[in-house]
């Protein structure tokens, strides 16, 4: 079965850096397409950055461009997230998404809090 766990989160200063992993099982992960989500307290969930499948190309959110990036380890079924000059705003649980035969599968998500 599907499974991806998130790990990496915690607590930094503004300005600071963290790098969250997801690593996943389950499924042929070179095949396909990974995503990172946040969600604040009390906001809906967002897209902050997606990967293609060989790591080719990748998409951002305008709020986070230039700060974070997405990449991915094929030969260790990992995706990963490098979040630079992180900003108060940017606390959140964030999590890694999998579309597959058009089904959503989550992680548990990670906590980020961006805090002096």
């Known amino acids: 079965q599907v499974q991806l766990v998130e790990s990496g989160g915690g607590l930094v200063q503004p300005g600071g850096s963290l790098r969250l992993s997801c690593a996943a099982s389950?499924?042929?992960?070179?095949?396909?397409?990974m995503t990172w989500y946040r969600q604040a307290p009390g906001k809906e969930r967002e897209l902050v950055a997606r990967?293609?499948?060989?790591?080719?190309?990748?998409n951002y959110a305008d709020s986070v461009k230039d700060r974070f990036t997405i990449s991915r380890d094929n030969a260790k079924n990992t995706v990963y997230l490098q979040m630079n000059s992180l900003k108060p705003e940017d606390t959140a649980v964030y999590y890694c998404?999998?579309?597959?035969?058009?089904?959503?599968?989550w992680g548990k998500g990670t906590l980020v809090t961006v805090s002096s």
């Open positions: 998404k999998l579309r597959k035969w058009g089904v959503d599968f």
């Open positions: 389950g499924f042929t992960f070179s095949m396909y397409a």
């Open positions: 990967v293609t499948p060989a790591g080719d190309s990748t």
